[in-house]
């Protein structure tokens, strides 16, 4: 285990990612893509990241489920309906396409980084623990659960 799992709340970790999407756009030469295609662009992946994550919190709701990714031991709820059929994680999804969808919108190459870098960060110290909590908790129900619906999409 790491002295990093679990220390940042994952939306406080993709701010920072799209502070420095941000500051690598401020230094670099004028967007790549037409503004209109940049808004029109930017705005769909918004749809499409703030919907997941807004399903994903929905069924964890609905479900009663710890929404809390620093509170693992307070899951009792295993939620594999609804966007948890299509994808284990749909709130770091949301996440992960909010950054996408800002990264289009700056359109500068290298703020691409923005989610590259993300999502192995979030999968190793946040993903990976929560799921051996699950496994710890679940036992095979989570194993059938993890070979039926995949990580991300």
Not at 3 to 24: D, G, Q, R, S, T
Not at 37 to 64: E, I, K, P, T, Y
Request: hydrophobic letters at 50%; a positive charge.
């Amino acid at each position: 285990m790491s002295k990093l799992e679990h220390l940042n709340p994952p939306p406080l970790v993709a701010l920072l990612i799209a502070l420095a999407m941000l500051a690598l756009a401020k230094a670099s030469g004028p967007p790549a893509i037409d503004e209109a295609l940049r808004v029109d662009g930017a705005s769909l992946l918004f749809v499409l990241g703030l919907g997941c994550a807004a399903l994903g919190a929905l069924a964890f709701q609905r479900q009663g489920a710890n929404i809390n990714p620093h509170k693992l031991d307070r899951g009792d709820v295993l939620v594999t309906s609804g966007v948890f059929h299509w994808t284990r994680n749909p709130m770091y999804l949301g996440l992960t396409l909010l950054l996408c969808c800002y990264a289009f919108y700056l359109a500068r190459p290298l703020c691409v980084l923005g989610p590259i870098v993300f999502v192995p960060f979030i999968t190793r110290f946040q993903i990976i623990p929560e799921e051996r909590a699950m496994l710890a908790k679940f036992g095979e129900r989570f194993v059938d659960y993890c070979g039926k619906t995949r990580r991300w999409i």
